[in-house]
């Protein structure tokens, strides 16, 4: 993955280089102060559950739960009933009064505030709440449910918590993330009820939902029952765990098999739907499909009676650290004549051994990508639902997500950027290597930089219920992609793409804040890289560096360089001469700490002069790039 020679000694600290600077500045520059630490996370850092540096502390803590849930799906009535036993595990240091619980198919209630439009259901209909068996009184407000207790629950306790609901399932396309499309396919997130997260920076984090920022959530262990209609295949987060008495004999053997070869193996094909064999029979007309999985953040389901099913298997090379390969079956289920659908295991497999390979272990046994009811895509732990015919490049950034916010459990609410921009990022890597292209993030680079100079930037951090939908996009994803393209070309790759393992390793199965990852970008890198990234998530700050004069006289070339915006950032200046030699020059950001203007001679006549040659920096005007001889 080497490109060019990083910039990271040149990259010094900002307020350094200010305070070093001689004489009057040309131009009062905005100092980027440092990042101020939320008063939670001092207080972590004091506690002793984060670090300065990145890693967590040595009294680091995560709560866990386990849920044990059954229900049934009607797909004529578009109608899920169920019951959720939820125990919350609490590993903090804290007793705790209450219990809140997210209710986000409430979401879809009449009245409910939300970020976007949405045909409204009668939402979550809460039933019963039973605690240790005794009903409860228990109210909803704004999707949450808060459970009072009888007595706080003490450090290293559990309590345990039913609760009876049922909802009515949206329509595919009037609802975020779920839906269904007539009685052929549904896809079920956000279906059950769910507790929010206790941590040991903030405490309690229960934002409600309101369609645009997604979630936040702890990690449990999950034993799911789903009844449904013969006929219908049915996956989960989880593995099966009754095979026999769901699958066909042949469709069993053929999963087995699946399980030992490299090739696709067809576990249902259109033979198989034509002749009523998807699934087992049943005199009642229904099976109860069971799935578990453990040490995941969140469950779907889908359900199809149209589906196709294609497996395979991905190998996981050191997967658990000792040295030995694992493997993780790889499904895909979709619809006949749905395009490139027909290679999705073949994406999945490789998206899944790129990221083990270059980021962290695939942890879990299996992973599904199901051709689904949104146009685009929406990631579950172990599970994926994408739309549209040309899924390639939707698989791979739906998969990607397994990682963060899969294993790495960021609060995608508030800090969107740290899923959908470190996603973005590791997609466009992902593509390239299986197209056997090249582009390295040039595309991304460039289309961020565009966007700034037209001046519709936002700034990253911000919650993702503050953002209209086209900011949210461009702040979460495409900028953040671009600030990590950028920041790679800065450090170096070495020293990139360590610390981004790094902080995989460290927060793995935890919920790592920003400012972990600045803190472990820092410390790998051995600078102090605060200023930029203040200058490029907390900001919304131009990068403009722009060729003011080129002259040539004899075997001279003087280029004169401005820097016209306000984000301070090493400016590589590439010439050409006649003879086809090319020479580099890098302008430091001491230089434009004094001031807006630099000036670099170069020895032989120069038939062009470019700023940027490699596109690597967000540059929000391209055209005063570069300076050909004779235009």
């Not at 004489?23 to 850092?45: H, K, Q």
């Not at 990145?54 to 109608?79: L, M, Q």
């Not at 605060?530 to 060729?547: C, G, K, N, Q, V």
């Amino acid at each position: 993955m080497s490109r060019t020679a990083p910039l990271a000694l040149i990259f010094i600290s900002l307020l350094a280089a200010a305070a070093i600077a001689q004489g009057p500045p040309r131009t009062t520059r905005v100092v980027p102060y440092p990042i101020d630490l939320p008063a939670g996370f001092e207080a972590a850092i004091e506690a002793g559950t984060r670090s300065r540096t990145g890693e967590p502390g040595a009294k680091h803590w995560t709560n866990y739960a386990r849920y044990d849930i059954a229900i049934e799906v009607d797909p004529k009535a578009s109608r899920l009933t169920g019951t959720a036993k939820m125990t919350y595990v609490n590993r903090s240091p804290d007793d705790l009064r209450s219990l809140t619980v997210h209710l986000y198919q409430d979401m879809m209630r009449s009245g409910r505030m939300r970020t976007r439009n949405i045909t409204t259901t009668d939402g979550f209909e809460l039933q019963e709440v039973r605690v240790d068996g005794e009903k409860v009184r228990a109210r909803a407000r704004d999707t949450k449910l808060t459970v009072r207790l009888p007595e706080a629950l003490p450090s290293g306790s559990e309590k345990t918590i039913e609760i009876d609901y049922a909802f009515n399932i949206p329509k595919a396309g009037t609802a975020p993330r779920m839906g269904y499309e007539g009685d052929k396919v549904i896809y079920l997130g956000y279906w059950y009820p769910q507790f929010a997260v206790y941590d040991d920076v903030e405490g309690l984090v229960a934002d409600p939902y309101r369609g645009n920022g997604e979630f936040y959530m702890d990690f449990a262990d999950y034993d799911i029952a789903i009844t449904a209609p013969v006929g219908y295949i049915v996956r989960a987060t989880g593995v099966l765990q009754n095979p026999a008495d769901v699958l066909t004999k042949q469709s069993q053997e053929r999963l087995e098999l699946a399980r030992e070869q490299r090739e696709i193996v067809h576990i249902v094909d259109a033979d198989d739907l034509e002749a009523g064999d998807a699934t087992a029979q049943s005199k009642s007309g229904k099976l109860t499909w069971k799935f578990h999985a453990e040490n995941v953040r969140d469950a779907a389901v889908s359900l199809g009676r149209t589906y196709l099913w294609d497996a395979t298997h991905a190998v996981i090379k050191d997967k658990h650290g000792r040295g030995q390969d694992g493997t993780c079956m790889i499904h895909s289920v979709f619809e006949k004549n749905a395009g490139d659908w027909i290679r999705g295991a073949e994406y999945a497999r490789h998206t899944i051994e790129y990221m083990s390979e270059h980021v962290y272990p695939y942890q879990w046994p299996h992973m599904t990508a199901c051709e689904g009811v949104i146009g685009g895509g929406m990631e579950y732990p172990m599970m994926t639902i994408v739309g549209g015919r040309r899924p390639a490049g939707t698989i791979a950034h739906e998969l990607i997500h397994m990682w963060f916010p899969m294993l790495l459990g960021s609060n995608e609410k508030r800090y969107a950027w740290q899923d959908e921009g470190f996603t973005s990022f590791w997609t466009t890597l992902c593509r390239d290597d299986f197209n056997g292209k090249k582009f390295g993030g040039r595309r991304s680079v460039m289309r961020v930089g565009d966007t700034i100079g037209r001046g519709r930037d936002v700034a990253c951090m911000r919650h993702g219920d503050t953002y209209g939908t086209e900011s949210f996009g461009f702040a979460s994803y495409s900028k953040t992609e671009g600030i990590l393209h950028q920041l790679r070309g800065l450090i170096g790759d070495e020293l990139f793409f360590k610390a981004f393992k790094e902080y995989a390793r460290d927060w793995a199965f935890k919920h790592p804040y920003p400012y972990d990852f600045f803190n472990t970008f820092s410390r790998v890198a051995k600078q102090d890289l605060a200023p930029y990234f203040r200058t490029w998530f907390f900001e919304t700050w131009r990068l403009d560096h722009a060729i003011a004069d080129v002259a040539v006289k004899g075997n001279t070339t003087t280029v004169q360089i401005e820097d016209k915006g306000r984000a301070v950032h090493p400016c590589i200046v590439e010439v050409t001469y006649g003879d086809d030699r090319k020479e580099r020059k890098v302008i430091d950001t001491k230089t434009w700490w004094q001031g807006t203007g630099a000036t670099l001679k170069f020895s032989g006549k120069a038939v062009e002069v470019v700023i940027d040659p490699d596109i690597q920096t967000l540059d929000a005007d391209r055209d005063n790039n570069r300076w050909r001889k004779g235009k």
